[in-house]
Nanobody, 123 residues
Framework: QVQFVESGGELVQPGGSLRLSCAASNVILDYRTIGWFRQAPGKEREGVAC???????YYADSVKGRFIISRENAKKTAYLELNNLKPEDTAVYYC?????????????????WGLGTQVTVSS
């Protein structure tokens, strides 16, 4: 059974940083695009960033320049580095994967969703 597990979320002050991890099991990540998404209370889930199977990265405008997505296929793990955090970044963050590369910021076609990790930005 394929499983994605997110971790690393916590309470952080505005301007702070976090690194989220997404650990996959029972799946080969090499040929998949990995995406990070978030869902704030009362809002729809939105795409944050994705890293293609060819390692090209794409970001939502709201996080461009502040978040960095990366991957280590050998460890079956993806990461999302969150910098200069703002209260509006507060959300549950999820990772998921889709087969094949992408050539633009892509939020559809993902599967293997994890349960998420809570990021709270507050003073």
């Amino acid at each position: 059974q394929v499983q994605f597990v997110e971790s690393g979320g916590e309470l952080v002050q505005p301007g702070g940083s976090l690194r989220l991890s997404c650990a996959a099991s029972n799946v080969i990540l090499d040929y998949r695009t990995i995406g990070w998404f978030r869902q704030a209370p009362g809002k729809e889930r939105e795409g944050v960033a994705c890293i293609s199977s060819d390692r090209k990265t794409y970001y939502a405008d709201s996080v461009k320049g502040r978040f960095i997505i990366s991957r280590e296929n050998a460890k079956k793990t993806a990461y999302l580095e969150l910098n200069n955090l703002k209260p509006e970044d507060t959300a549950v963050y999820y990772c998921a994967a889709r087969l094949g590369p992408v050539s633009t910021f892509t939020t559809g076609g993902y599967e293997f969703w994890g349960l998420g990790t809570q990021v709270t930005v507050s003073s």
